[in-house]
């Protein structure tokens, strides 16, 4: 009989040293002698993977953040040795693997900077409880190190200093530092020495990551389970080591519609009818830009999805319409459970074709959420993705919904410790069955994947919305997201300023708050300066809880409406110029707000700068943060700036004093772009486009700017009907010189562009387009700098 009950604890397990290696092109494969093997792949000169086994084997390689289209290839890899080390050489990198322990140390190729070095490396423990390995990397942080990214983390942008959990989770009225918090992005970037480089710990467990606060000069992450399984990007520039991350992970499948890029109105709830109908009258009576209202829970029948009230909310379909004819689109909230109610068809089909996720032992997951008690489909399971994707079809075919909101989707169950499903969960994983413990993670992102392949069937030809509160690495290949239930304080407008920043450097760009703050009730000016902040993020929406108040643009007084609307249609007018840098990020994962450390990281200021940001490549805005302010400092990056508002002209590389009254906020554009805007709009469409305003500012040198159009909707720019204008600035003490390159074969409605020229040093006196002189009164010459001309030209000099 065995008596002793103590677990034999064996601490933290080590590599011993290497017995065997092996090459498989890409692949290389170092054993210990004590049964543990690296395999190390190298997809691009900048990127390895690292992966270890304990077992001697290892399990199915799959992974739901990795997507198929990821670029792959190098161009040069070699493996030497010498006493110590296998040494892999590719065009960009050097790393070294310890023969004694498997420890790393990564090099830049060209001048042998030291990047990334392991400190005890891998390790691991046995896990008693659950079995398998708890599985832990340590790295020396080096000197000035600094460290981005994590996703949605409510912390200030530099890392450093801090311990993070990923653990998605319902956060309701989160604050500055709450961590886990909604989404699940295992990945950041390290900056020293003018060098950076990313980490993408692709492991869907429970994890952890710690910048030095265990310990001062060590960085290190773990997980409760699965595989050390992680990428090393290399840059050397920040923003290549997000765009690789990207690629990796994945961009949008398609470009958003134009309208998504609209002002959304959303509030918990607007029901009945009649209603939503007085708030987008209300929109189109003090001309404020809307293209879309949201309806919440309540539109449905006792919370069941895919239903209507038909109290609230007799004939959705005619209300639809009348929404669509007056350029509202309809979007509507879907959430993972699923009432237990046999008279409800949606329970009944799930239930006969075992779509639901089971506990351990067999019985069904049963939680409790807004419907009452409910079991929950396994989004992991291809077929049930397959089965939710076509529950679709009436609301968006028939109803015409044109966007879906996924809620709840962490999955948040109620009344339970831990919030959400207990871990022995089963799931089915694409066909690799495991627990809740490895699932939990990706469960939002396999609903809204769902969700999205339901919405791209069924709006076709136009393109699909969908937005999720939970997510995993790669969900932006879906769909849009929000940041969750924040509050209306003046911190969480900064909170709200950070976590768009570092959504967007961790790959996931489509991102914004619910502006003004979802739980409390801001005032107007909080409210106005939370507009300011929002009409620069990717997703620009108001939504509140509505238990404190109504919360539109009109709530708080006339001042504030009139701020309101001045920033909104703000916005309407750069649709173009964000629509190019959507396209940007859609095609070359370029993210649309760069952090001012992801925009210059060699200047050591921007290292720890947390308000001020670049929306697209030439604009510069920061919020306003605090109540009562005519303006602020802010830190100007380098290059020279023109204010947006007085065109003055500021040398950067410095702080600053901004004014900014209510109806203001630091708005700066970079010298030599070459910015375009629409007139305003109510909504996208509204107005047939009949010229393009084109903001020049004069800079003396170089300066390049795209616009990027298309026909705002449908899949006809993936054929080649675009239309992407490439202008080349050249600016001289007496001259304008500004080139177009055009491509694509989409024919824009205007004929012409109307050139405002800001900053011009000289009068002009001449204007030749495509070698001809111009007659004044032929390109209407205006005094106050602006020309009309045709939209045609590949050269135009404006000359003193
Ligand atoms: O338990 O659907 O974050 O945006 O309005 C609250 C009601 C559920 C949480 C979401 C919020 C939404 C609310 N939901």
Sequence with gaps: MILNTELEYKGNLFPSKIISYEKNLNVLSFTTENGVILEVTVRRDS???????????????????????????????????????????TSKLICHISKLDLRTSIFDAIDNTLICEDELGFHWEE????????????????????????????????????????????????????????KAIPFYTGLHDKKSYGIFFDNTFRSFFDFCQERRNITSFWAQGGEMNYYFIYGPEMSDVVVNYTDLTGKPHELPALWTLGYHQCKWSYYP?????????????????????????????????????KDHFPDPKRMVKELADDGFKTIVIIDPGIKIDMDYSVFQEGLEKDYFCKRADGPYMKGKVWPGECYFPDFTKPEVREWWSNLFKELVEDIGVKGVWNDMNEPAVMDVPGKTFPNDVRHDYEGNPCSHRKAHNVYGMQMARATYQGLKKFSYPKRPFVITRAAYSGTQRYTSSWTGDNVAT?????????????????????????????AEQPNGELYARWIQLGIFHPFCRTHSSGDHGDQEPWAFGDTITNVVRKFIELRYQLLPYLYTAFWRYAEEGIPILKSLVLYDQEDSQTHYRNDEFIFGEKILACPITGPNQKGRRMYIPRGRWYNFWTDEVISGGQ??????????????????????????QQYVGEKVIDELLL????????ENSLVYEDATDGYDYIKGRYSLRDFKLLGKKNELI????????????????????????????????????????????NGD??????????????MA
């Design 127 to 182: 896990s008693y409880e659950h079995g398998g390995n708890i599985v832990k990397m340590s790295k020396i942080s080096q000197p000035g190190e600094s460290y981005y990214g994590l996703g949605d983390k409510p912390v200030d942008n530099n890392l450093k200093g801090k311990r993070f959990e990923n653990w998605v989770t319902d956060s309701y009225a989160y604050g500055r530092d709450t961590d886990p918090i909604y």
């Design 655 to 680: 702080e600053l004093w901004v004014d900014a009254d209510l109806d203001s906020m630091p708005i700066f554009v970079k010298e030599g772009a070459i910015v375009p805007k629409y007139p305003i």
């Design 47 to 89: 990127i390895l993977r690292f992966r270890f086994t304990t077992t001697g084997i290892f399990e199915n390689d799959f992974s739901y953040a990795i997507t198929k289209y990821a670029s792959r290839g190098y161009n040069h890899l070699e493996v030497n040795e010498n006493e110590e080390n296998y040494i892999i050489t």
């Design 490 to 518: 003046w911190d969480h407008l900064n909170i709200a300023n950070l976590q768009a920043q570092r959504m967007c450097m961790s790959g996931f760009s489509f991102i914004g708050s619910d502006i003004g703050g979802f």
């Design 273 to 309: 009818e009649s209603n939503v109908k007085e708030i987008t009258a209300k929109f189109r009576e003090l001309q404020i830009p809307c293209d879309a209202i949201y309806l919440d829970i309540d539109y449905m029948e006792g919370f069941r999805c895919f239903t209507w009230s």
């Design 738 to 781: 500004i080139q177009q390159h055009k491509s694509g074969k989409f024919i824009t409605t205007y004929k012409t562009f109307k050139l405002s020229l800001h900053g011009l040093p000289f009068k002009i006196s001449k204007v030749q387009v495509d070698n001809e002189e111009i007659l004044f009164k032929d390109i209407k010459l």
């Design 785 to 798: 700098n602006t020309l009309v001309l045709n939209k045609e030209f590949t050269e135009l000099h404006i």
């Design 695 to 702: 903001d020049v500012y004069y800079k003396l040198g170089k």
